[in-house]
């Protein structure tokens, strides 16, 4: 029996075949009507749905160029099942280059939202309504806020044997933080829904780091893989180790001042070592930032300007921090030097 075709936002996508949707979200107060761009991918056999979006924070684009690349991919001809493609949720923070909505809400702390609510409730409604509770499982797409960038890593609340640990897993992210849900967040909505949900952070704001874009590409893939969507041939080569972090701190300008870091993304630290010095800018007073736990730096500001109190350098904690360095050291050197054309 020939499968149903999937339907989203009105329009019917037939099995075997790949739509691009327009889904309209408002209106620029120019009149000028706004859409969040999805492509559909609908199998000729069944199998999950899988979400992938990127975003949702509207200057976080390392994941616009994640969607182009898997769309773009041979891997997904044929596909089990059905990918939702969304490069990008908050069309408004997009074109302004900001995370956020023009009502200055954060759209990721708006899920469930309301047709009835603010702009952002509004457009989280929509969006759920339209196009996540269509999902069986979602890939949520994230990088570092601006100026600061972080070490590719999922996010997830993991239970053992879980649906989202086998994702998170078979991702292959060298770091994953078993990480508390936020009120209002499309990582809360799904897993209160039973929606099994993995955020992957990885890199800067209105940047295309490709450290973090190709193992996203991989990523998302293997995922698929894991999920039973991808068939045919495949170098069967295992996903790089990842560990999980079992906690994280943030080490924070101790003055007023400029930042000279000592460390690098992905560098092994220990307690009471020194991360960076801040000084004026006559380098008078000048005090070192410390890290407060042996770990992994899993983030850290690019911005050499700081105020006393900001988070400099994001450190994670493992159990097995050997094999936590060994994750981060397999991960880098899996990266081939990068096609800026692919
Ligand atoms: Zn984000």
């Not at 952070?201 to 295309?208: C, H, K, T, V």
């Amino acid at each position: 029996m020939a499968r149903a075709p999937f339907e989203l936002a009105g329009i019917r996508v037939m099995p075997g075949s790949r739509t691009q949707i327009d889904v309209p979200v408002a209106r620029l107060y120019t009149h000028a009507p706004l859409h969040i761009p999805v492509e559909v991918a609908h199998g000729r056999q069944a199998g999950p749905t899988l979400l992938v979006c990127g975003g949702i924070h509207g200057d976080e684009i390392n994941g616009v160029e994640i969607v182009r690349r898997l769309l773009r991919s041979k891997q997904i001809q044929g596909l089990r099942g059905t990918l939702i493609a969304v490069p990008i949720v908050n069309v408004f923070g997009f074109v302004q280059h900001t995370r956020y909505l023009p009502d200055r809400r954060d759209l990721n702390r708006c899920f469930p939202g309301s047709e009835a609510g603010s702009l952002g409730g509004r457009v989280a409604a929509l969006f759920r309504e339209q196009i996540v509770d269509h999902a069986s499982h979602i890939i949520d797409l994230h990088t570092g806020a601006i100026h600061r960038t972080n070490l590719p890593q999922i996010r997830a609340q993991l239970s053992p044997g879980g649906e989202t640990e086998r994702m998170a897993n078979a991702f292959g992210a060298p770091v994953i933080l078993n990480a508390e849900l936020r009120e209002g967040s499309l990582r809360h909505y799904a897993q209160t829904r039973g929606i099994p949900v993995l955020t992957y952070e990885a890199g800067e704001a209105l940047r295309f780091d490709e450290w973090a874009i190709t193992p996203g590409v991989r990523g998302v893939l293997r995922v698929m893989r894991r999920l039973g969507m991808l068939t045919g041939e495949h170098r069967r080569r295992q996903p790089p180790a990842a560990e999980v972090a079992n906690g994280s701190s943030w080490a924070r300008a101790p003055i007023d001042g400029i930042l000279r870091p000592k460390v690098r993304l992905g560098a092994r630290v220990a307690k009471g070592e020194v991360l960076g010095k801040v000084a004026d800018p006559f380098g008078n007073a000048e005090e070192a930032v410390t890290s407060m736990a042996d770990g992994i730096v899993i983030g850290m500001s690019r911005l050499p300007l700081a105020n006393e109190g900001e988070a400099l350098f994001h450190v994670a904690r493992f159990d097995a921090i050997e094999e936590a360095e060994n994750a981060v050291e397999g991960f880098h050197s899996s990266l081939a030097p990068p096609d800026p054309l692919y």
